[in-house]
């Protein structure tokens, strides 16, 4: 069974840039999270998908931020325009369901701002 | 605020001892507790849970326990091995909603 995938690996922009993050869940997988793991703490989510639909996306800074699921299955998460404090890992993670269901996740997106 | 917290950033073990990683939470609705590791260049992969409702949960080398009152759960890995080397992230949830803690970072030493 393939994995949950994201692409890039790794994104380098100046300051004010736009930047996209693009993720591919595990295939039948209706929940789909983004996270932002800053270096030294634990990952926090910024939105969560039930199938097209938004479930949670409280801690996204909807001013810069935005995020879609294309027809329930594939992801994309956008910053626009790019801070500094944006530097961080984005991880995307998939699960069958909701609540208690075991989250499977990608090997994220490093994002550096300079 | 943080509602998860794992106070030790980092932890040493010779391999064959007991690892113990421990976590903390401040929300008494938490039901559902995870452990998840994480390896450098990786995300993160579920290791095992425990329901609220329970103390203990086993699965070969590895043990979570929980105790409710002190708002408290920890993970036992016996014996450690060097391939145990991660990151380790305590994880609770309410309802829908999963918070982690920091990750304390496993050193197995051969």
């Known amino acids: 069974e393939a994995g949950v995938a994201q692409s890039p690996r790794y994104k380098i922009i100046e300051k004010r840039q736009s930047v996209a993050f693009w993720c591919n869940p595990i295939?039948?997988?209706?929940?789909l999270y983004w996270y932002q793991q800053i270096l030294g703490q634990g990952p926090k989510l910024l939105i969560q998908?039930?199938?097209?639909?938004?479930?949670?996306d409280s801690q996204l800074p909807k001013d810069r931020f935005s995020a879609e699921r294309l027809k329930g299955v594939d992801s994309t998460l956008k910053i626009q325009p790019a801070k500094l404090e944006d530097s961080a890992v984005y991880l995307c993670?998939?699960?069958?369901?909701?609540?208690?269901?075991?989250?499977?996740f990608g090997p994220g997106t490093r994002l550096t701002v300079l | 605020d943080q509602q998860v917290k794992q106070n030790s950033p980092s932890l040493s073990v010779q391999e064959g001892r007991i690892s113990i990683l421990n976590c903390d939470y401040t929300n008494s609705m938490f039901d559902y507790f995870l452990w998840y590791k994480k390896y450098p260049a990786e995300g993160p992969t579920f290791l095992i849970s425990i329901s609220s409702i329970k103390d203990k949960n086993e699965d070969g080398r590895f043990t979570v326990f929980l105790n409710k009152s002190a708002k408290h759960l920890s993970l036992h890995i016996v014996p450690s091995q060097p391939g145990d080397s991660a990151v380790y992230f305590c994880a609770a949830s309410e309802g829908d909603k999963v918070i982690f803690g920091p990750g304390t970072s496993l050193s197995v030493i051969p």
């Open positions: 295939s039948g997988h209706a929940t």
């Open positions: 993670a998939s699960s069958l369901g909701l609540y208690t269901d075991t989250q499977y």
């Open positions: 998908f039930q199938n097209n639909g938004v479930v949670d």
